[in-house]
């Protein structure tokens, strides 16, 4: 079974409010994923790059989740990430969007659901998250 990483519940993170996620990304790293909304079963954003893993080679998978179930995926063109590098990720949103903003590449992923706070987040995969701040 695959030993879930950090998950923080309870959260209450409105739009326009930051979520940073700072760690490093494991220097044989297969993917990792953040996850943010509700609960594990409703996901605004499952923010998922993928060095090497379910077929896909340097790509940034996005998806939701409505009621466990996911929804359409968005394969991102850049893939600004290494293996071993040490990173700060940063997640907002508001009604239309959520936004992903990295040192070098920011990405957008539609509010599906409507969300109007974030309850939930979890870190998964290769990826050692050393701090997190709320702004
Ligand atoms: C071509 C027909 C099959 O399509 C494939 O269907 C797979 C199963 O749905 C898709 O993979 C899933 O994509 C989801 C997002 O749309 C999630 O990424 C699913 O993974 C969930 C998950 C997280 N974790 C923890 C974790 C996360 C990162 C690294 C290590 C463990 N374990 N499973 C992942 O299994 C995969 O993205 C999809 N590939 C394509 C090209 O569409």
């Known amino acids: ?3 879930c990483g950090l998950v923080v ?3 209450d993170v409105e739009p326009g409010e930051c979520i940073k996620v700072k760690g490093k990304i494991q ?8 996850n943010v909304g509700k609960d594990s079963n409703t996901l605004m954003l ?4 993928r060095f090497d893993c379910h077929g896909d080679v340097n790509t940034v998978v996005c998806n939701s989740k409505e009621d466990g179930v996911w929804g359409e995926e968005d394969r991102k063109a850049e893939f600004p990430f290494q293996h071993g ?14 936004t992903v903003k990295l040192p070098e590449a920011e990405f957008k992923f539609p509010n599906r659901l ?11 995969g290769d ?7 709320f702004s």
């Open 1 to 3: 079974m695959e030993d």
């Open 9 to 11: 519940t309870q959260l």
């Open 27 to 34: 220097s044989d790293a297969k993917g990792f994923a953040v």
């Open 46 to 49: 499952h923010f998922n790059p």
């Open 85 to 98: 590098d040490k990173i700060e990720i940063c997640i907002s949103f508001d009604e239309t969007e959520a």
């Open 114 to 124: 409507g969300m109007e706070k974030i309850e939930y987040l979890a870190v998964e």
């Open 127 to 133: 990826f050692k998250v050393k701090a997190i701040k």
